[in-house]
């Protein structure tokens, strides 16, 4: 008998269990999630925009973010706002979030075009995708001359935009050595690309990698390879008009270059297997 009401009273108890839970996940139901506390309650702009410089400060670009929207959505005008916008952009740029800087970026410079620091926002978009990688490119050793030159182009444009726009910029300076590298690399790839056409035997393609180099980076690194290329493949093309033009070009530029040296015996296709025994 004590043993049958102990198990009627486990039972009523199991019950009770179940039904108070089900009421807890019904007000749930009703009354939604909790709220997160917001802890700039009552704060004015400048104490909200001093909270989000000490989180940048700490490298926790989230938190500052959160704040400077705050900033931006709670005060929309005045001094903080426009700057709490600036500061958005350069923590999505530290945290290595580059579509999200460039669209902040480009949102700063729509609002305020004639803002005295707009072009920080041309130079932010142009450092966004300066030295952006995939993720198996973050974990290789792989050139960045190797790379899809898609993001460099975009950074190219930016800082050609900035220093054409603002040449007494504070940021035009390095905005140009930027773009120096940018054409060195993306002229690099281009002969890259033109390698891996010889080694495969497809000489025009080649051909017209190299031309693009001379044509669009006429003052980069990659002219003289992009010459030896082209000489290259006039040569397997049997171009011997086109290969003798060019060769001349490459000993008027390039006299000590080793293909004009006497050291490539012309009569033989040895062009391209002479540049590619310098690597």
């Given at each position: ?79 903080y706002a426009t700057q709490a916008q600036l ?85 035009f300076k390095d905005a140009t050595q930027r773009m ?100």
């Amino acid at each position: 008998m004590k043993h049958t009401a102990n198990r009627i009273a486990t039972a009523i108890l199991q019950l009770l269990s179940i039904v108070l839970l089900a009421l807890f996940v019904q007000g749930c139901a009703i009354f939604g999630e909790p709220t997160e506390l917001d802890d700039t309650k009552g704060w004015q702009a400048d104490r909200i925009y001093a909270a989000g410089d000490e989180k940048m400060q700490d490298k926790d670009y989230d938190k500052a973010i959160l704040y400077f929207q705050k900033l931006e959505s709670r005060f929309p005008h005045g001094v903080y706002a426009t700057q709490a916008q600036l500061e958005i952009a350069y923590a999505y740029y530290k945290k290595q979030d580059p579509i999200s800087c460039v669209a902040a970026a480009d949102r700063f410079i729509k609002l305020h075009p004639n803002h005295p620091n707009v072009d920080y926002a041309y130079y932010l978009k142009g450092l966004a995708t300066f030295n952006e990688r995939g993720f198996i490119e973050k974990y290789t050793a792989q050139e960045i001359s190797d790379r899809d030159p898609k993001a460099l182009k975009l950074s190219f444009a930016a800082f050609k935009e900035l220093t054409e726009r603002y040449p007494k910029s504070r940021y035009f300076k390095d905005a140009t050595q930027r773009m120096v590298y940018l054409v060195n690399a993306l002229s690099q790839h281009e002969v890259h690309v033109a390698r891996y056409y010889m080694k495969r035997q497809a000489y025009l393609a080649a051909l017209n990698r190299a031309k693009y180099v001379l044509e669009y980076y006429p003052n980069s690194l990659a002219v003289e390879e992009a010459l030896v290329i082209s000489i290259s493949a006039y040569d397997y093309m049997d171009l011997a008009d086109l290969k003798d033009d060019t060769l001349r070009i490459l000993k008027t530029n390039y006299p000590q270059n080793p293909m004009v040296s006497g050291k490539v015996v012309e009569d033989e296709h040895l062009w391209w297997k002479f540049w590619e025994s310098l690597y």
